[in-house]
Every structure is written in structure tokens, then in C-alpha cells.
């Protein structure tokens, strides 16, 4: 099916996988950056301002 | 507690509130008054971005069974063979992702609110019992990929369920069994458990802040609710 | 409204009742925005990123890739000493292998419900399931109307032979042994594998439909072939694997508390670290289950003052 072949991966993350080991701790490049990414996403949810409308209590 | 406006329409009727239809009806609408099931307005201390991880979580699961709807209406097999399916099944994967993401996230922001406070400790214990029921569902999930991957993932982890006697009657090595787990049981208990959940919520409202300034306190702590 | 009994106030299991002001807030509005948002993000990581695919081992890829592993794991299953013939429950009976902490002994209790004759079901069942093949069913019956002790002299010098066993262009060879029929009934599986036939034979057990694959994936996994492909992914156990997923992609970062247990002592040396991983895990989420209950755990949220910024807009009105 053509759909297939125009929809491959743009980025391959196929193929051998990069680790990094730290004392007794293994992981993976991917995992970390998810981790790190949620980190830093957490940390800019509370740091970021959130909009307020004017004139909005009752 | 606020009175529901049936209950005052029926009391008359002892025969009607003697009816399960009638008194759950009542109790669904004395807990989930249409103004709390759907509020317009939240209390003003809901102003950080991290009070959105719970929707986006629960957006996620939608498209975690949205693109696994499509999936079934092909087969287990199909993606294996069709670019389109492929694809599709990319999408479940990433939605799968960014439930854990969100899920996560949210859970973080919610302990750092301490958002048990206030008769919240269901609240907080369904939303626990939903993530360990989601890791339980994604788990299947890998195991219907029937691919290395299952074959590798449930080879190892009938080692952990068979040392605890589960193995006897929940074998991950039925692909037959496991995906039925997947796309029926196990779905069905995350939708209701995080309904559960979301009730939960509406019912009790958005946790309070903490206190900051020391005030001459008295002696009745009670449930937050919004002031009707 | 007068609550049930006086209780003193603790800041971190109560709250005062909010009576401050709200603000307008469309929930709804707010679950479509979210839902189309998390949509495009889906549909741009499916379309950058794809998903893994790795292709499944069969016992045909397992005896023509490795015919040498795959004769070393068969004459273990025909002589039941592989590691699925020494299993205990739920396949067999084996006695005093099933983990335990103490006492408590699960699987042990709840016995055989998966029942698996390695060597009726991986070998001489299907090798019996073949026909206009007089040399191996001489052989078998040459095998089955055996003393044990003479079936097992057989077994021991065939694996001594098959050690040294070379590959010649995907056909087993072994070196002569005093193995008696063990020879022929090893090569006719493998070469019953590297045609096709055992994974359908071992699948479907005699039925058209079958989904239970208990049975070939627990003869691949007695191999060291499948083992080999998962190191070579990083998803061993020693190698945090519970984690990974195949190639670069992530995989379950959740799973990482899990996974840990089994790399730190004493369940890291320990025959029974599946259970004793269990245990902690189980208690652990009862821990978080019930964590509004459980002071000093409950409190961290107040002294860490995370809530300080969270909530920095209603601490700003309030002064």
C-alpha cells in the first residue's frame, strides 16, 4: 500500500540502542530524555504563569 | 450537604423512595448536582498549569482507545503486514506514551498538593489504583504485539506472575487469553476506575491551599466544597 | 454545618472549607483543546518516530540461524533436565523449586495448572506426528522401549558430543557419541524445525484454531538463541531490560522501581527474587495507596513547599 511507503519513519530508531551506565544503573538515551522532558515539564507547569481574565471573581 | 429538589417532589410517595430506580436516582443527584457534575467556574487558587496534567491524562486515554478501536477493526495481525496499520499502530503506541507522561506528571503535581486533604483519600487511592490497573492494560498491550517483543516480554515476566501462583490461571504466554485481557477486561476496569476517579474529583472539588499564615484556628476541619 | 466528631485540625490530612472567590472555568472547552493538542502531538511522534517491529523468533529462524543451540536445548528437553523440565509448578512437579519467602509458598500451593512433559511434548509427540518416516519412529521406539538408566546414558553422551557440534551450512553436525537413537531423534527434530513443521505441530496441539503459545515460546526461550537477541537489545534483567524497549525508543520508565529491586542485594543473587521483588512492589503501591494515612510520608508536601509556587497567585491576593 502506498500509505506504507510515504508513511516510514522520518527519524529511524531502529537499529542498536544507546545506554548509559552510572555505578549499578543502566538506561537508555530514550529513557532519560523522557525522563528529563517530564522533569522539566513539571517543573515549567509550576513556574509558569498562568492567565488570569480581569474582573473575574463573584 | 444540599438538599435535591426530587426527593422534595416524591416524599410523598413512600412506595417510590422504598425503589432502588428512585433512591439511587436520588443519591446520584444529592452526590453529582448537574452544577457540580459540570462546573462553569472552579475556585480563583486554580491558577498553575500543572491543574491541566489531569485532563491531558485522560485526553491520552481516549486516544489510547480511539487508536485501539481502529486496530481491532483489522486484527491483531494487520499492522504487521499494512503500512497504513503500522502506523496506526504507531499512534497507539505514542498515545500509550503520553498517557504515562501526563499521568505521571499529574501524579507528581498532586502529591506536592498534598491533594488527599479534605475526605480526598478516595480521590487519591483511585487514581493509584488507575495507574497500577493502566500498567497492568499497557503490559497486555505488549504482549499482543506478536512480535520479539512479546515473545521476549512474556518469556521473562512469567517468572514474576508464576512465583506468585497467578501463573497457574493468568499465563502471559496465551496470546489469546492476554489479548483478550487487553482490549476487553482491562480497558473496561482503567475506564472505570478513572470514571471513579473523576467523580471522585467532582464530588469534592479541587483541594484547598494550605494555610500560610498562622491563624487562630478552631477545632472543625471539614471537606472543602464550593460555597453554592 | 457541624462536623461528625471534634477532630484537631491537621494540616496534612484536613482542609477549611473554601469560601473565597471562583473564577469562570470552561471545562469542557478546556478537554477539546486538550484532546486536539495531544492529537497532533501523537500524529507527529507516529509520523517522526514510527514504532519497533522487531520480527518474531520461530523455531524454524531459531534451528537454521543456531541448529547447534537449538540441539543443545532439545536433548534437555528429552532427557528433562532443561530449565522448563525443572520448573515445578505451573508445569510440572518438580519439588523444591517453586520461590518462597518464609511460609509462603504460592505456587507451590496452587500446583500444576499449565501441565508440560518436555520430552513427550517437544520432541517424541511431534517426531510421532510424522509419517513415511520409518527411521524415526524406529528410533523412537527404540528410545521408549529403554530402561531410564539407558535413556540417560544416551542423553549424557549426546550432550557431551553436541557441545562440540558444528553448523555446515545450517545442517547440524555432531561429532560420533555412543548415544544410541538419541542421534537420529535429535537430528530429525531439527531438521522437522528448520522445515516448518515443529512450530505448527507444537502450536496447534492437535486443534485448527490455536492462540496459546505456551509451548513453542517456552522451547525458545530454553535456548540461548532468544536470550543472545534480547542481550543484544539490552532487555536482559541484569541489563535494567524490564525498562527498555527494542532499538532507541523509549520503553516503560515506569517500570524502573520494579526492575531495580532485582539488580540490588539480596534479591539480586536470590533464587526467590521474583517473589521477594513481588512483595515489595505490592507493599509499596498498598504504601502509596494509603499515604493520606501515613504521617511524616504525608507531611512531605508541606515542608518540600512546592505548594509555595503552585499556589503563589492565591498567596499574592491573600497579602
Known amino acids: 500500500m502506498s500509505f506504507g511507503v510515504l508513511i516510514a519513519a522520518l527519524i529511524n530508531l531502529n537499529g542498536s540502542g544507546h545506554y548509559l551506565h552510572w555505578g549499578f544503573v543502566q538506561i537508555s538515551v530514550a529513557n532519560l530524555v523522557v525522563i528529563l522532558l517530564m522533569i522539566a515539564v513539571f517543573v515549567l507547569a509550576i513556574l509558569l504563569p498562568f492567565p488570569r481574565r480581569k474582573g473575574r471573581d463573584r | ?86 502506523f496506526v499502530n504507531s499512534l497507539h503506541l505514542w498515545s500509550v506514551e503520553f498517557f504515562f507522561f501526563f499521568m505521571v506528571i499529574h501524579l507528581w503535581g498532586k502529591f506536592f498538593m498534598a491533594a488527599w486533604r479534605g475526605n480526598r483519600k478516595l480521590t487519591w487511592a483511585t487514581g493509584v489504583v488507575s495507574f497500577v490497573a493502566s500498567i497492568a492494560a499497557a503490559f497486555t498491550g505488549y504482549l499482543s504485539q506478536a512480535n520479539f517483543d512479546s515473545q521476549w516480554i512474556s518469556t ?57 499564615e498562622p491563624k487562630d484556628h478552631g477545632d472543625t476541619p471539614s471537606a472543602a466544597e464550593p460555597s453554592e | 454545618m457541624s462536623p461528625r466528631k471534634a477532630k484537631r485540625f491537621n494540616p496534612d490530612r484536613d482542609v477549611r472549607e473554601w469560601n473565597g472567590a471562583y473564577r469562570p472555568y470552561d471545562i469542557l472547552k478546556e478537554a477539546f483543546v486538550a484532546l486536539v493538542a495531544v492529537g497532533v502531538l501523537i500524529v507527529l511522534l507516529a509520523v517522526v518516530f514510527s514504532s519497533p517491529d522487531e520480527p518474531a523468533v520461530t523455531l524454524k529462524s531459531w534451528s537454521t540461524s543456531d541448529p547447534v543451540d537449538f540441539a543443545q536445548t532439545a536433548v534437555t528437553e528429552l532427557d528433562g533436565t532443561s530449565p522448563l523440565a525443572t520448573y515445578g509448578p505451573p508445569y510440572n512437579s518438580t519439588p523444591d523449586v517453586t520461590q518462597h519467602i518464609g511460609f509462603f509458598e504460592p505456587a507451590q500451593w496452587i500446583g500444576v495448572h499449565q ?104 522451547f525458545i526461550a530454553n535456548g540461548s538463541y532468544l536470550n543472545n537477541l534480547a542481550g543484544a537489545q539490552h532487555l536482559q534483567g541484569t541489563q535494567w531490560g524490564m525498562m527498555n ?9 515506569w517500570l524502573w522501581l520494579y526492575t531495580m529491586w532485582y539488580q540490588v542485594p539480596p534479591m539480586k543473587t536470590s533464587t526467590n527474587a521474583d517473589l521477594e521483588v513481588w512483595a515489595i512492589m505490592m507493599a509499596l503501591t498498598v504504601v502509596l495507596i494509603l499515604l493520606p494515612f501515613i504521617p511524616v510520608l504525608r507531611s512531605i508536601p508541606r515542608w518540600s513547599r512546592v505548594y509555595r509556587l503552585i499556589w503563589r497567585q492565591h498567596y499574592r491576593s491573600l497579602a
Open chain 2, 156 to 212: 521473562q515476566a512469567k517468572d514474576g506472575i508464576n512465583s506468585t501462583g497467578a501463573g497457574a490461571f493468568w499465563n502471559v504466554l496465551n496470546f489469546g487469553q492476554m489479548l483478550m485481557w487487553h482490549i476487553v477486561l482491562l480497558p473496561i476496569a482503567v475506564v472505570i476506575i478513572a470514571g471513579l476517579h473523576v467523580l471522585m474529583v467532582r464530588r469534592r472539588g479541587i483541594v484547598p491551599p494550605f494555610d500560610i
Open chain 3, 115 to 218: 501441565p508440560i512433559n518436555t520430552a513427550q511434548d517437544f520432541v517424541i509427540g511431534p517426531l510421532r506426528s510424522l509419517s513415511n518416516q520409518p527411521l524415526v519412529q524406529r528410533a523412537l521406539d527404540t528410545y521408549d522401549s529403554s530402561t531410564p538408566t539407558q535413556q540417560s546414558a544416551w542423553t549424557t553422551a549426546y550432550e557431551k558430543a553436541v557441545a562440540n557440534a558444528t553448523d555446515v551450512h545450517g545442517r547440524l553436525q555432531v561429532p560420533h557419541a555412543q548415544s544410541g537413537p538419541v542421534g537420529v531423534i535429535i537430528g530429525s527434530l531439527t531438521t522437522m524445525a528448520q522445515n516448518g513443521g515443529l512450530d505448527g505441530t507444537l502450536l496447534s496441539q492437535g486443534q485448527f484454531y490455536n492462540t496459546n503459545y505456551t509451548k513453542p515460546l517456552l
Open chain 3, 245 to 253: 524497549e527494542t532499538g532507541n525508543y523509549p520503553g516503560q520508565a
Open chain 2, 1 to 86: 450537604m444540599s438538599l435535591d429538589i426530587t426527593t422534595e417532589r416524591d416524599a410523598s410517595s413512600s412506595e417510590e423512595s422504598r425503589q432502588w430506580t428512585a433512591r439511587v436516582r436520588n443519591a446520584a443527584a444529592t452526590a453529582f448536582p448537574p452544577d457540580r457534575l459540570l462546573p462553569d467556574r472552579q475556585p480563583a487558587y486554580m491558577a498553575s498549569w500543572i491543574y491541566v496534567f489531569g485532563v491531558l491524562t485522560v485526553v491520552s486515554l481516549a486516544w489510547v482507545i480511539i487508536t485501539g478501536c481502529v486496530l481491532a477493526v483489522m486484527g491483531p495481525s494487520w499492522w504487521h503486514v499494512s503500512g497504513l496499520g503500522h
